[in-house]
């Protein structure tokens, strides 16, 4: 086997001599012991990790930088939803002399985190950037994992880790004329790196979720004009973004270890847990304090620090609504009242991810700005001038696709993976997913895939989930080579079993009511079943049990 590490960014040939020695005793002898697919937060972790831990990991990405996400989401005003300090890893090497400059930090910041990251922990010379794994095929009698890349190179590992996060696979609806729009069209995850002005063009964006909320900021500002095409309005929070000075996150740092182990104790990963009581234990003049408490406060605590049955029942989930309809309403015209924030909620509060604005409620007041409710006028098919809606044509220059993504499979069922008997795990997952804990597939040995679906990923906090699952894996990989096993396979009966808690869990909420990638059902054909587990610190504590009873649902051997 022949590896060549094609990386842009660090280089080291270390197995290209083909030796016939080393050809022999390749069953026996994989080019690594884990090889790690993503360098996000949990690719890059986990790398850390499991190399602290005395293991040979590699990394592969098919991105020029680490970033995961941050790098390939780099349209204008991309950014992210978790403030200071949360959205970090909560290694003392890593914050004590890194600072933000914004609460909420944008894309730019991220990508130089993810630079420092790798630079502190020295993880370069372990990654190979710019490397795509195109599939991956499990090897029963050598034990180990045959990884090729799109560069016609193969890799064997014993320990197969996909850390592809969430959101690896854009999705773009299929519209009828798409090649023969005249200008440049581009999906926000797929933005060109060198960028795109949207000054004096007339830019249509198709979406009004997160990306599209905020690709719209900045379009209002730039653009000759906008026009927003919204299927179903976001039900989005104010942000209430701060600059961050060296001084004030240096006082603050002294907390920063309680804020990380609160993070790991709460159901969303954040610096809060959802109140105790319920909505309906509480009179009016209470209810609508806390409410007004934590829409101050800004960002997402109006979602994840709100009563305790904010996404369990009906009846408290649309006073909450109400509440949030109402300050919206306050700050646009009449006229759009029911296309932006009508009175019946399109979906309870929350059970989509509420996105975080700055001035996404004001951009509707300029000249320049319009907004097509498409339930009303339906997209037809794209034209060389722009898009014709059942209204007539919305003439553009630029369309942004902001549609989303096959959120949690998407990402690795695009690599072919094959596994014990042939088996692919594409075909494995049409019909649904169902994996063990979230990490592990029946038939797919050794292969721990993080962030991923079944896991809390979609509702957790990505650094907090990183770390819970990196430690996890590493956990197991070490407990594995201290008893001298060389395989883990998830049992068919335990995969079945967490799959349907995960639905169980699923039915005891809001979340059902909602057409949203939390449910798979963004995508036509996409199998309906809440693709994660709703809480980070219930997920955390379970798979602990699991490890503490000997790694309880797996095969080991
Ligand atoms: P989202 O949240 O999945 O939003 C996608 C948006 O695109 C949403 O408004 C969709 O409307 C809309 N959409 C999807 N398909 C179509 C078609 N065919 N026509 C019109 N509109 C369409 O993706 P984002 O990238 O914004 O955010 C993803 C996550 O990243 C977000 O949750 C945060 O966690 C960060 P719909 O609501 O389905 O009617």
């Not at 710019?130 to 990884?147: I, L, P, Q, Y």
């Not at 309870?348 to 604005?357: A, N």
Request: charged share 25%; hydrophobic share 40%.
């Amino acid at each position: 086997a022949c590896f060549q590490w094609e990386s842009r960014l660090c280089c080291r040939a270390r197995f290209c001599g083909t030796s016939a020695e080393r050809l022999a005793s390749v069953i026996e002898d994989p080019d690594c012991d884990a090889l790690i697919i993503g360098a996000g937060f949990s690719g890059l972790y986990l790398l850390h990790r499991l190399r602290e831990a005395g293991f040979d990991a590699r990394l592969v990405d098919s991105a020029l930088e680490p970033g995961g996400i941050w790098y390939w989401n780099r349209y204008p005003g991309a950014r992210v939803d978790s403030h200071v300090p949360l959205y970090e890893l909560s290694l003392p090497e890593l914050w004590r002399d890194w600072t933000w400059s914004e609460r909420f930090p944008g894309w730019r910041e991220l990508r130089s985190y993810f630079h420092h990251v790798c630079d502190t922990l020295a993880l370069w010379p372990h990654m190979a950037m710019g490397t795509k794994v195109t599939n991956a095929t499990w090897d029963e009698a050598g034990r180990m994992w045959h990884v090729r890349t799109d560069g016609g190179k193969t890799v064997t590992t014993r320990y197969l880790l996909p850390c592809l996060g969430f959101a690896a696979k854009p999705y773009l609806p299929e519209i009828e004329g798409i090649d023969d729009f005249a200008g440049p069209w581009h999906h926000t995850a797929l933005w060109p790196q060198e960028g795109i002005s949207m000054a004096d063009r007339r830019v249509a964006i198709i979406g009004t979720g997160a990306s599209g909320v905020q690709v719209a900021q900045e379009a209002a500002r730039e653009a000759s004009h906008l026009t927003l095409l919204q299927r179903t309005p976001i039900l989005a929070l104010p942000m209430r973004q701060q600059t961050l000075t060296t001084a004030q996150q240096d006082a603050e740092k002294a907390h920063y270890p309680d804020t990380f182990a609160l993070r790991r104790q709460t159901s969303g990963g954040f610096d809060a847990a959802s109140r105790q009581e319920s909505t309906l234990a509480v009179d009016e003049t209470e209810r609508l304090r806390t409410y007004e408490m934590q829409w101050q406060a800004g960002g997402l605590r109006f979602w994840f620090a709100n009563f305790s049955d904010l996404l369990q029942d009906e009846q408290a989930n649309r006073l909450a609504y109400d509440f949030w309809r109402d300050k919206v309403r306050a700050r646009i015209s009449p006229a759009l009242h029911e296309t932006l924030a009508p009175t019946e909620p399109p979906h309870p509060f929350g059970t989509k991810r509420p996105s975080l604005e700055q001035t996404y409620y004001e951009i509707f007041a300029q000249d320049n700005v319009d907004l097509v409710d498409l339930k009303r006028a339906p997209i037809l098919r794209i034209v060389p001038e722009g898009i014709q809606t059942a209204e007539g044509v919305i003439e553009c220059d630029l369309i942004v696709f902001a549609t989303g993504f096959d959120a949690g499979r998407g990402g690795l069922m695009q690599i072919e993976i094959v596994g014990r008997d042939d088996m692919k795990l594409a075909e494995r997952w049409r019909d649904g997913v169902s994996a063990y804990l979230g990490y592990a597939v029946n038939g797919f040995p050794n292969m721990a895939y993080l962030y991923g679906p079944l896991s809390p990923s979609g509702f957790g906090n990505g650094p907090t989930l990183a770390e819970i699952q990196g430690d996890w894996v590493r956990d197991l990989l070490v407990a594995m080579r201290r008893e001298g096993f060389t395989r883990f396979e998830a049992e068919a009966g335990a995969e079945r079993e967490w799959t349907e808690n995960v639905a169980a869990a699923g039915a005891m909420t809001l979340f059902p009511q909602a057409r949203s990638w939390y449910m798979g059902d963004n995508i036509p054909g996409k199998p309906r079943q809440l693709i994660n587990y709703p809480s980070v610190v219930g997920f955390a504590s379970i798979s602990d049990a699991v490890a503490a009873d000997g790694y309880r649902g797996f095969t080991l051997g």
